[in-house]
Structures are given as C-alpha cells and as structure tokens.
Nanobody
Framework: QVQLVESGGGLVQPGGSLRLSCAASGFSFSNYAMRWYRQAPGKERELVATITTAGSSTYYADSVKGRFTISRDNAKITVYLQMNSLKPEDTAVYYC?????????WGQGTQVTVSS
C-alpha cells in the first residue's frame, strides 16, 4: 500500500522556521521525483519545490526561493522541506507528492500557519 505521510507542520511566528518531513512507503521511492505543493484557503494548489530522483537537481517557486530548501534521504525514504524566514502568506496546507512517468501519489497534507 502506497503511503506518503507528512509531519512537522504547526503554528509559527513570522520570521520563524519549520521543517516538514514526508515519509514514504509502498513504492520505489528512489525512482520518483518528489515535490512539495501547498494550498491556501480559497486558492489553487501550487507547486513549491521539486527534487529529482538522486537529489542532484532542485526547483523552487519564486515565492519561496532563497527561503525554502527541499532535500531527500533515499536510505530513509523521506523527503524534507526546510522553511526559513516564514511569512504569513506561506500559510497553507502543504502536500507531499511523488511522481514518475506513469503514477502520481499524494500525502494527506500538513497545516502550516504563520501568524503572530
């Protein structure tokens, strides 16, 4: 059974940091590009960051570039999103995504709220 389980969300003050984790199981993790998406209330889901299978390349949305870092540990079958200098506009449900040419898997999401 394929599972992507996100954790690490919560309430943080502006300027603070959080580290999200996504633990994978049930598929060949090292063969999948991994992504973090987010969806704020009333908005469409947007791509935040991507990391390739071996972790050699990454992509970031302009809105998070320089503040967020995506990484993966294929031995621990986990992908991470380090979020620094958080802003209120980063408030959203963050989703982990795994995709290859044929299949796409989603986690259930973790809430991140940035507020004073």
């Amino acid at each position: 059974q394929v599972q992507l389980v996100e954790s690490g969300g919560g309430l943080v003050q502006p300027g603070g940091s959080l580290r999200l984790s996504c633990a994978a199981s049930g598929f060949s993790f090292s063969n999948y590009a991994m992504r973090w998406y987010r969806q704020a209330p009333g908005k469409e889901r947007e791509l935040v960051a991507t990391i390739t299978t071996a972790g050699s390349s990454t992509y970031y949305a302009d809105s998070v570039k320089g503040r967020f870092t995506i990484s993966r540990d294929n031995a621990k079958i986990t992908v991470y999103l380090q979020m620094n200098s958080l802003k209120p506009e980063d408030t959203a449900v963050y989703y982990c995504n795994a995709a290859d040419l044929l299949r796409v898997y989603w986690g259930q999401g973790t809430q991140v709220t940035v507020s004073s």
